[in-house]
């Protein structure tokens, strides 16, 4: 079973991915922020993320730095309701981290499925 971190700092967007992805037979791990998500790193071990960027203390571009280089197995798929957000280009680099960028609200769950299967896959 695949365990995959939604890392969200609403709680509505979390518990929605959460349902889908336990719907689809995942093991879900849930971070409010961050700090939460790097302390949940050092017991969890997801295969990949869910990364929201606009998150109190630690910013989700802060936190994938961090976590690649605590976890070199963890993938990490961005998603953002930020109309202004890039990717900025260190993470755009990254083997590690998705190309496709989800933006908020995510309509088409299986889509963003497939996304993290694949990136899981490409940074094995």
């Known amino acids: 079973m ?9 709680y509505v ?8 992805f336990e719907d689809s037979l995942w093991r879900v791990v849930q971070a409010e922020t961050a700090e939460q ?5 050092e ?11 606009r998150l109190p203390g630690i910013d989700g571009d802060e936190f994938i730095r961090e ?13 953002s309701g930020s109309p202004s957000y890039g990717v900025p280009s260190d993470l755009q680099q990254q083997m590690k981290v998705s190309e496709h960028f989800f933006r908020k ?13 694949r990136i899981m896959k490409k940074s094995a």
């Open 43 to 53: 017991t969890e071990q997801p295969e990949v993320a869910i990364v929201d960027i």
């Open 105 to 117: 609200p995510v309509t088409n769950f299986q889509e963003l499925e497939q996304d993290a299967l």
């Open 67 to 79: 976590a690649i280089s605590r976890k070199k197995q963890l993938a990490f798929v961005i998603c």
């Open 2 to 10: 695949n365990t995959i971190l939604i890392l969200d700092d609403e």
């Open 37 to 41: 998500a790097l302390d949940l790193l």
């Open 13 to 20: 967007v979390r518990q929605s991915f959460a349902d889908y």
